[in-house]
């Protein structure tokens, strides 16, 4: 067991610790891609990765899970290599699509592999503390990445890219030498289309749950797709491109800590996080007024909140669900989350085409403080 959890330890880290993480927004500028098709990118590395979920849970159920995590790492690292040597839109599409989908052969995979792991040796309540250790690992991982990013664009994105590739490859090579476990524990993705269905009636009936999730699937896709362009909006304030990494670096650190410290807000009055999220328009819009390099104090802040915004309703919605229901309704939670990413995604790229991305910030302050205005003043505290 011991050498089990050093093997699965070592495959997240490795998996987190990507150079090009916190360079390539910026790195897409940099080859002359326009903001409509940043945007499309994103949009379809989400898309991608969402569709693809709906079979991978057949696959992970039918096959060995080991070889589909490590076939996910050699489809991202084949990913990283055509960004390298294709550096154009068409290049970077490919790349994206290649990494949603290791994305969605990762996702729940893992979980059971540990799960299935765990069980055999009749270990299987550890499972929320070993996930809970590896997700702290790819905390580690991202930080020392985004901190080495910054020293290693000296040698230019083929080097970053080519490490990236290195260390997705080492990951994938320590899941192929797990040995082979017995699959006791089924995923359950390929009921997909039948647990969003019947989520999507049950959330609908309680009133209390369709509002956690709509305000949850706004913070998850005003909090989360924005994290994609702070690198932009950095790098335009000013920012050097060999101090980006050390800028994410400090964001995820910022995010663990939020992470770590969100459950003493959880008996906060809905009005004070409906507070918060109109603070953070207000925080948005005046670091898109500045855009500077002092500004980027402004967006830590921002990051802040929303990690924990985030979480705390993640808490309601699991204490406002029946067990019957609980992961058809987290199912819910999670689409509608997917499309919120997604029209961010464009509606920013738009604004930023016909515009700037300085304007698409502003906008976006301004539109995330009267929402969290129009909540406050017309949506029922609880």
């Known amino acids: 067991m011991k050498n089990f959890l050093t093997k699965i330890y070592t495959f997240k880290f490795f998996d987190d610790f990507i150079l090009i993480y916190p360079l390539y927004a910026v790195m897409f500028i940099n080859f002359g891609m326009e903001p409509w098709q940043i945007a ?23 096959y060995s899970r080991k070889n589909i995590l490590f076939i ?33 052969l990762t996702s729940g995979t893992y979980q059971a592999l540990i799960y299935d792991e765990l069980k055999l040796f009749k270990r299987e309540k550890d499972f929320t503390k070993v996930l809970g250790r590896s997700r702290t690992l790819a905390y580690v991982a991202m930080l020392s990445a985004s901190g080495l990013a910054s020293l290693a664009i000296f040698w230019g ?8 590739s290195i260390s997705v490859l080492i990951s994938g090579v320590v899941v192929f030498l797990l040995p082979k476990t017995q699959k006791v524990e089924s995923t359950h993705e390929k009921e997909y289309f039948t647990l969003l269905k019947k989520g999507l009636r049950n959330a609908t009936k309680n009133p209390t749950v369709f509002r956690i999730i709509l305000f949850m699937a706004l913070a998850y896709a005003l909090g989360g797709a924005l994290d994609e362009y702070w690198p932009i909006f950095a790098n335009g ?27 003493k807000f959880e008996n906060r009055t809905d009005n004070f996080f409906y507070s918060l999220l109109f603070l953070n328009g207000a925080i948005l819009l005046t670091a ?13 802040v921002f990051t802040f909140l929303f990690t924990i915004i985030q979480i705390v309703f993640e808490g309601r919605l ?12 987290s199912s819910v939670s999670g689409f509608f989350g997917e ?5 961010v995604y464009f509606s920013f790229g738009t604004i930023a085409q016909t515009s ?3 304007n698409s910030f502003l906008i976006y302050g301004v539109f995330i403080a009267l929402l969290g205005l129009w909540y406050l003043l017309f949506v029922k505290n609880r």
Do not use: C, N
């Open 40 to 62: 499309t990118l994103l949009a379809i590395w989400s898309a991608t990765s969402f569709l693809v979920e709906i079979p991978s849970g057949v696959w992970a159920d039918k």
């Open 72 to 104: 996910g790492q050699v489809i991202r690292a084949i990913g990283y290599l055509i960004w390298l040597i294709f550096p154009t839109f068409w290049g970077f599409l490919i790349g994206f699509v290649l990494w949603g989908i290791k994305g969605a």
């Open 157 to 164: 994105y083929d080097f970053v890219l080519a490490m990236s």
């Open 237 to 263: 304030a000013g920012l050097q491109t060999y101090w980006l990494g050390i800028f994410i670096g400090v964001m995820s650190g910022v995010q663990a800590i939020a992470s770590f410290v969100s459950h």
């Open 288 to 300: 898109g007024y500045l855009f500077s390099v002092p500004s980027l104090l402004l967006l830590i």
């Open 318 to 329: 699991q204490h406002a669900i029946p067990s019957e229901t609980r992961a058809t309704v």
């Open 339 to 343: 499309i919120g990413v997604i029209l």
């Open 356 to 358: 700037d991305y300085k």
